[in-house]
């Protein structure tokens, strides 16, 4: 039996979307910019005027305030959730379908990408070498202040090889308003001790980064069971570009300067 999903697709601009009804194309950051004919992240209960720090998660923050379903998700215009039958030569019609959910949360309440593996560095050290790390140290001291309990799993960070990255999951309602008020709670309490200012674009936009790895530090804390689904990106990534500035960043203490 299908079931109730609603699966925003976090884009600042115009992009090829899925078809599948469970699909709802967001323009995130849409304050003040030309409209996409995209469902808005500015409406309603919304942190739209964060994104250029907050990235996606004004997305989410919006679609936990505002959507009104069973199951609610995030995914990115050029990143999206495979489905088992993959068309190389039509990527957009491989996402993850209504369907496949539905019979994955016949057994589970939580969807999340596969483990990205960091072979060479721990969680820890990889964001130190490539970001500016205080956001992240500073994160830590607010969780140890007002939640301690996932104090230890956010230390685990430090060993921690692999992850669930990008911000992408689809969960039940109840359990998504259990992590968005205690990530936003973290987040909100970040902006307050970290100033924006000090860093350049890029970044600034340390909250999305940092929420990341936050997501593994509530999912193991809760021990919530999951099921991991492929996630597959939408453009080709320059893998040499992307090893080579990573070599920079570790070897000759050189920060990212963009996403790959």
Known sequence: ??????????????????NDEMYM?????????????YTKDNTGDNISVKNPYFCELTGLYWAWK?????????????????SKKIDKNNLINSVLTLDEASKIFDSTDIIVSKLRKYYIENLYSHYAN???????????????????????????????????????????KEKLDEYCSWLFDILFELEKRVDNSKYDSFHARFYGRVSELLFDVWLNTKGYNYKEVKVMSMEKVNWWKKGTSFLKAKFGKKKYEKSF
């Open 1 to 18: 039996m299908k079931k109730d999903v609603r699966t925003i697709i976090a884009t600042h601009k115009k992009y090829q979307m899925p």
């Open 130 to 172: 490539t970001l500016y790390v205080e956001p992240l140290d500073i994160t830590g001291d607010i969780i140890k202040e007002k939640y301690s309990e996932y104090y230890p799993e956010f230390e685990k960070l430090k060993k921690r090889t692999s992850a669930h990255m990008f911000n992408m999951f689809i969960m039940k």
């Open 25 to 37: 194309p967001l323009h995130v950051g849409a304050e003040g910019k030309t409209d996409l004919g």
């Open 66 to 82: 505002n959507l009104d379903a069973e199951y609610i998700g995030l995914a990115h215009y050029r990143r999206h959730f495979a």
